[in-house]
């Protein structure tokens, strides 16, 4: 199976700020990246697909970079409403498995 | 609009069954594949399978943490996507998801809680 790794496990930040989350995979999965937000309670919504495509409805401060093993999610002005979980995903090869997850919260 | 509705959670005996159905709608569902995923209380989340479309075969992949106890099935006259849950263990609590699409999973249901507990 493919691992996922992601960095930091939580971080904290300003409204404004530059927030850059990082997903790595224990193998060469191509661009097969997700980006999902998730609130408490909700279900996870997806921000980008295939690395760097920003799925229908998303804000344009969210975007997404890498290919190979190594992937990065930017936020370039959080906003109030980006105060959430974060999750990669590969879809690559199953089983499609998940990083463990980013929380951003207000500093 | 979009919309997948999951049903079928509740409390339930290790050892017993379950059925979660995600009923679909604004869409043609036989052109999508089904996935399920969950998410057990304070954790992250886990892809639980998937079902192509008939016209990819209708085939099903499974999480190894599933196979041989979950069956994943759908019944595109209904708009519908199941999940049998059979020999249900404590580890299985979890929230469950359905989605529309394998690999670009850009629609949700809001979920349905199976709780295992005796």
């Known amino acids: 199976d493919i691992q996922m790794t992601q960095s930091p496990s939580s971080l904290s930040a300003s409204v404004g700020d530059r927030v850059t989350i990082t997903c790595r995979a224990s193998q060469s999965i191509s661009s097969y990246l997700n980006w999902y937000q998730q609130k408490p309670g909700k279900a996870p919504n997806l921000l980008i697909y295939a690395a760097s495509s920003l799925q229908s409805g998303v804000p344009s401060r969210f975007s997404g970079s890498g290919s190979g093993t190594d992937f990065t999610l930017t936020i370039s002005s959080l906003q109030p409403e980006d105060f959430a979980n974060y999750y990669c995903q590969q879809t690559y090869s199953t089983p499609f498995t998940f990083g463990p997850g980013t929380k951003v919260d207000i500093k | 609009e979009v919309q997948l509705v999951e049903s079928g959670g509740g409390l339930v005996q290790p050892g017993r069954s379950q059925r979660l159905s995600c009923t679909a709608s604004g869409f043609t569902f036989g052109d999508y594949a089904m996935s399920w995923f969950r998410q057990a209380p304070g954790k992250g989340l886990e892809w639980v399978g998937f079902?192509?479309?008939?016209?990819?075969?209708?085939?099903?992949e499974y999480a190894a943490s599933v196979k041989g106890r979950f069956t994943i099935s759908r019944d595109d006259s209904k708009s519908i996507a199941y999940l049998q849950m059979n020999s249900l263990k404590t580890e299985d609590t979890a929230v469950y998801y359905c989605?529309?699409?394998?690999?670009?999973?850009?629609?949700w249901g809001q979920g349905t809680l199976v709780t295992v507990s005796s």
């Open positions: 079902i192509r479309s008939k016209g990819y075969g209708g085939t099903i």
């Open positions: 989605s529309r699409g394998r690999e670009k999973p850009g629609y």
